[in-house]
């Protein structure tokens, strides 16, 4: 199965500093590539996303970058504030079967803006 | 309108006793899955379904078992409760097919086994 390691598994910035998350993931099916926020005590909430034929997406302060041939995509938020503060998620998702959509998640990272 | 619900929120175990945590969901979704979520180690499937009446094994089913009489529900019981299963749980539910974008989580539910 797939298998996907984020790092780093905790992160401050100072507010006003970019923030980067790496993930790699071992299977090249995999074509779909969430991130999700997950605030104190609260469900994880999507915040941006990338599909394999596209290799940058940005979203106001977020971008995604995803490079198929040496399976890694990351995270990238500019311009920090207090808010961004929570843990951060990356998936990996293969192709639509009859086993369903199975989300491989990393392990998360723990993302603190220093104000 | 309420997307993906799961009851109850918090619960209190001990050990030796049985309970079935309940996730809805009001989307028409067909899949849905059972992760647990543990300090470290991100969100681990325990349990998915692809349909009404179907389930199957994620990567940590031991000690779970899942139903899906009716396509809205997706029931995740736990029949011997271990402090092992203390977890925050998280039920989600996803449209069948390539678009996966509308996957969607509960709330969650802080299980304490002790």
């Known amino acids: 199965g797939e298998n996907v390691e984020q790092h780093p598994s905790t992160l401050s910035v100072q507010e006003g500093d970019s923030a980067v998350i790496k993930c790699t993931y071992s299977d090249s099916a995999s074509n779909y590539f969430p991130w999700y926020k997950q605030e104190l005590g609260k469900r994880p909430q999507l915040i941006i996303d990338?599909?394999?034929?596209?290799g940058e997406k940005k979203d106001q302060r977020i971008a995604v970058t995803l490079n198929k041939t040496a399976k890694h995509f990351s995270l990238h938020i500019t311009e920090t504030q207090p808010e961004d503060s929570a843990v951060y998620f990356c998936?990996?998702?293969?192709?639509?079967?009859?086993?369903?959509?199975?989300?491989?998640f990393g392990t998360g990272t723990s993302l603190t803006v220093i104000p | 309108n309420a997307g993906v619900t799961q009851t109850p929120k918090f619960r209190v175990l001990k050990t030796g006793q049985s309970m079935t945590l309940l996730c809805a969901q009001d989307m028409n979704h067909e899949y849905m899955y059972w992760y647990r979520q543990d300090p470290g180690m991100g969100l681990r499937l325990i349990h998915y379904s692809v349909g009404e009446g179907t389930t199957a094994k994620g990567e940590v089913p031991d000690g779970y078992n899942v139903s899906r009489l009716k396509k809205q529900n997706f029931l995740l019981g736990l029949e011997s409760a271990a402090p092992s299963q203390t977890s925050v749980y998280f039920c989600?539910?996803?449209?069948?097919?390539?678009?996966?974008?509308?996957?969607?989580f509960g709330s969650g539910t802080r299980l304490t086994v002790v």
């Open positions: 998936a990996a998702v293969g192709p639509g079967s009859n086993t369903g959509n199975q989300f491989y």
């Open positions: 990338i599909r394999s034929n596209v």
């Open positions: 989600a539910s996803s449209y069948l097919g390539q678009d996966v974008s509308g996957y969607t």
